[in-house]
């Protein structure tokens, strides 16, 4: 069955610093991967997706993924954390011919000034 | 542009009463719809999805029931409320047919006392 793991609950990070935000899946045939974030009392707000082609994928404000095969990995990253990055991401993952996603768990993530 | 509401923002409904809480898109044809719930700030659960008019699938059985009476309306109830069914309800839609991103509305908060 298809899932998607983030390991973490929580990641602090001190501003200014890189952050890392990961996420594993596993499914099988092409998966198509997401990103989303959510601020607190809103809906969720697409950061970024892989579908195909180079494996670093560029979102909004700043952020970055890696799709990784053979780790089966699409962890988020960003060079340079600030406070008002602090929300909650989630990770999620779509079969080619599925029109449903499943979702992470999420990872909260803590910028600190 | 695309644009998807929802209403109420906030709902405050006692034990035993019914419930209908609203969703519509703007701006496109056809899409495919979803109600999530997030109970306590985490995971996403899928609770129904439809890719039209009349077509509901139900991914947990529950207290909950959709329609979608409109090809871009979509409303979730309840005939009686249990505390259980408390959490944020979250709205979205998505291109028919494809691997396209789903984007969700601004949410529900509902509080069952």
């Known amino acids: 069955a298809q899932s998607v793991a983030q390991p973490e609950d929580q990641v602090n990070v001190a501003e200014g610093n890189p952050l890392t935000v990961k996420c594993t899946y596993s499914?099988?045939?092409?998966?198509?991967l997401f990103w989303y974030v959510q601020y607190p009392n809103r809906g969720l707000q697409f950061l970024l997706k892989y579908i195909t082609g180079d494996n670093l994928v560029k979102g909004s404000y700043g952020f970055e993924a890696e799709f990784n095969k053979s780790q089966t990995s699409f962890h988020l990253k960003k060079p340079s954390a600030l406070v008002s990055d602090s929300a909650l991401y989630f990770c999620?993952?779509?079969?080619?011919?599925?029109?449903?996603?499943?979702f992470g768990k999420g990872t909260r993530l803590h910028i600190l000034p | 542009s695309q644009t998807i509401h929802q209403w109420p923002a906030t709902l405050v409904q006692p034990v035993g009463s019914p419930l209908s809480l609203e969703c519509t898109v703007e701006g496109t044809s056809n899409p495919n719809l979803y109600w999530y719930r997030q109970a306590a700030g985490r995971g996403l659960q899928l609770l129904f999805y439809?890719?039209?008019?009349?077509?509901i699938s139900s991914e947990v059985p529950q207290n909950l029931s959709a329609s979608r009476p409109q090809d871009r309306q979509f409303i979730l109830s309840s005939k009686k409320l249990l505390l259980s069914d408390s959490g944020f309800y979250l709205c979205?839609?998505?291109?028919?047919?494809?691997?396209?991103?789903?984007?969700f509305g601004p949410g529900t908060r509902l509080t069952v006392l």
């Open positions: 999620a993952v779509r079969l080619n011919r599925d029109d449903k996603i499943i």
């Open positions: 439809s890719v039209g008019i009349g077509q």
């Open positions: 499914v099988s045939g092409n998966p198509y």
């Open positions: 979205a839609w998505s291109v028919q047919g494809g691997t396209d991103t789903q984007y």
